[in-house]
Structures are given as structure tokens and as C-alpha cells.
């Protein structure tokens, strides 16, 4: 909630109600502190995703047929893990934990084209992009229901503690979260141009068309802008992982540390009855 809202419920409170001020100053922190959380599992997440879905973009045009392999592998892998994985794998672990480790192995995945490059082997390249593709089919099939789980107990938190309609914190959340994902993939799909104009002085040539449709896809030879870009999407992919290890795990609305206390019920209702919710 903006401050001026906050400063009008605390002046209204305290002339209206008999509440300790800590009780308040406590369901103003908590309240800033979900926020906080949320911001930085949508960045953590977006940066995450955003690396993937460009590295993926360009997998033909980097590693040429072992890309295209790559790809099936990938979407192979994910179908069969969200339809048979996902949920048992959420419900066992819990939404936070599965998106630490769905991250870690779509980070994998972006991993997988540098080090691809460096081979000169067909059979070595092959094989990295297939245990990439592999990687990030399992991470993606589990990585977007973890996503939505941990999205929905983090509206129901901050429903509860600014006293606001689900509906209203689903919107007020869904839109901090649509203004960072998009906007982490914008910045990150230009990347490789603003990298290929700084390390080959130009921007990158376009791929020579291939003389037939049902012809294989020329061998691609690494270039130092292939390399450079792809590494730092292999750190940002990493960096998200890092940052997703200091989210909060949300527990279940029926769990008892997940239920208010007196306080908290009493601060909420106060606040509902005597500021009506921004």
C-alpha cells in the first residue's frame, strides 16, 4: 500500500482504537516485507525464464541440427513431466523448494550451449544439447505449476495482512509480476545484439538460407560473441537460482503457522472498518 495510505490508517487507529503501537508497526512491516518477497521471486523467476526462452530462440542458428534435437528433447521432456511429475513433485517438496531446484536445471540448460560450443566433436556437441534439453524439459515441467502455487499463497498472504479483497491482491500482484517478466525478457532478447555490436564491432550477419527447406542445417562455427553471450546468460540463469534461495516458503492456508494471530485478525479488521482499503 502507497505510505500516505498507511500514515492515514495509523493516524485514524490511534484515535479511534485502543491498539499497542507495536501491533501496528508490526502489521506494517509484515505487510511491506510480502511485497518485498514477491518482487524478488518475480525477478529471480523472470531473469530465470528469460535467459532460457532466448538461449532457446537461438539454438538453431548456434548449434545448427544439435539444436533442433536440443529443442525436441526439451519439449519432449517437459510434456512428459508436466503430466506425470509436476504435481506429485509439488506436493512433496512444496512450491518453493521445486522452483529452487526447476531453476537450477533450466540454468543447466543454458549451461549446456557455451560448453557445447567449445566442442568441435558432432557426437560431443550432441550429446551436452541433449542433456541440456533434457534438463530444462523436467525444469520447465514443474517450474510454471510451482510458479503458480507459490503465486496464489503470496496473494492470499497479502490479503489477509492489508485486509483487501483475494481479487484485488491477485490484481495488484499479477501486475508487479506481468511489468517484471516482460520487461526482464525485453532486456534480455536484446542482449546478444548489444553484445555482438561491442565484440564484433557490427551487428551480427543474418544466417545464409539453406538451398532447400529439407536440407540439414550448416555447421555453425562459434564465434567469440557466441560464446560471450551465451556464458552470461549461463550467470544470469545462476544469479536468479541464487536469489530464488531467499524467498520465503509460504506454507499451506491450513497449516497453524500460517494463520493469523489475535493481533493480526484484530489490526485487519480495524483497518477494514475504520480506513476503508485503497
Given at each position: 500500500l502507497p505510505t500516505k495510505s498507511l500514515k492515514t490508517k495509523w493516524i485514524a487507529l490511534r484515535t479511534t482504537e485502543t491498539l499497542p503501537r507495536h501491533h501496528i508497526m508490526r502489521w506494517m512491516r509484515t505487510q511491506t516485507s510480502v511485497?518485498?518477497?514477491?518482487?524478488?521471486?518475480?525477478?529471480?523467476?523472470?531473469?530465470?525464464?528469460?535467459?532460457?526462452?532466448?538461449?532457446?530462440?537461438?539454438?538453431?542458428?548456434?548449434?545448427?541440427?544439435?539444436?533442433?534435437?536440443?529443442?525436441?528433447?526439451?519439449?519432449?521432456?517437459?510434456?512428459?513431466?508436466?503430466?506425470?511429475?509436476?504435481?506429485?513433485?509439488?506436493?512433496?517438496?512444496?512450491?518453493?523448494?521445486?522452483l529452487i531446484a526447476s531453476a537450477t536445471l533450466y540454468s543447466v540448460y543454458v549451461l549446456s550451449?557455451?560448453?557445447?560450443?567449445?566442442?568441435?566433436?558432432?557426437?560431443?556437441?550432441?550429446?551436452?544439447?541433449?542433456?541440456?534439453?533434457?534438463?530444462?524439459?523436467?525444469?520447465?515441467?514443474c517450474l510454471w505449476a510451482a510458479q503458480g502455487t507459490y503465486f496464489a499463497r503470496s496473494a492470499a498472504e497479502y490479503s489477509r495482512l492489508a485486509a483487501v479483497p483475494i481479487e484485488q491482491a491477485n490484481s495488484a500482484l499479477a501486475s508487479t509480476f506481468a511489468l517484471i517478466f516482460l520487461g526482464m525478457e525485453v532486456v534480455l532478447k536484446l542482449l546478444p545484439l548489444c553484445i555482438s555490436a561491442a565484440v564484433e564491432h557490427g551487428p551480427p550477419s543474418p544466417p545464409s538460407p539453406s538451398p532447400s527447406p529439407l536440407a540439414p542445417l550448416a555447421p555453425h562455427?562459434?564465434?567469440?560473441?557466441?560464446?560471450?553471450?551465451?556464458?552470461?546468460f549461463s550467470?544470469?540463469?545462476?544469479?536468479?537460482?541464487?536469489?530464488?534461495?531467499?524467498?520465503?516458503?509460504?506454507?499451506?492456508?491450513?497449516?497453524?503457522?500460517?494463520?493469523?494471530?489475535?493481533?493480526?485478525?484484530?489490526?485487519?479488521?480495524?483497518?477494514?472498518?475504520v480506513v476503508p482499503a485503497d
Open positions: 511485497r518485498h518477497n514477491f518482487t524478488l521471486f518475480s525477478t529471480a523467476f523472470a531473469a530465470n525464464h528469460a535467459a532460457v526462452v532466448t538461449v532457446l530462440s537461438l539454438s538453431q542458428l548456434l548449434l545448427g541440427d544439435q539444436g533442433s534435437y536440443q529443442a525436441a528433447s526439451l519439449y519432449i521432456t517437459y510434456a512428459a513431466t508436466a503430466l506425470l511429475l509436476s504435481t506429485p513433485l509439488l506436493e512433496r517438496y512444496g512450491a518453493r523448494k521445486t550451449f557455451p560448453i557445447a560450443l567449445l566442442f568441435k566433436s558432432h557426437s560431443a556437441r550432441l550429446a551436452v544439447a541433449l542433456l541440456g534439453g533434457i534438463g530444462g524439459g523436467v525444469a520447465a515441467g562455427q562459434p564465434t567469440t560473441s557466441d560464446i560471450v553471450t551465451t556464458s552470461l550467470v544470469v540463469a545462476l544469479v536468479s537460482v541464487v536469489g530464488l534461495f531467499y524467498i520465503r516458503d509460504l506454507r499451506e492456508d491450513g497449516d497453524d503457522d500460517a494463520q493469523p494471530s489475535t493481533a493480526e485478525q484484530r489490526t485487519s479488521a480495524l483497518l477494514t472498518r
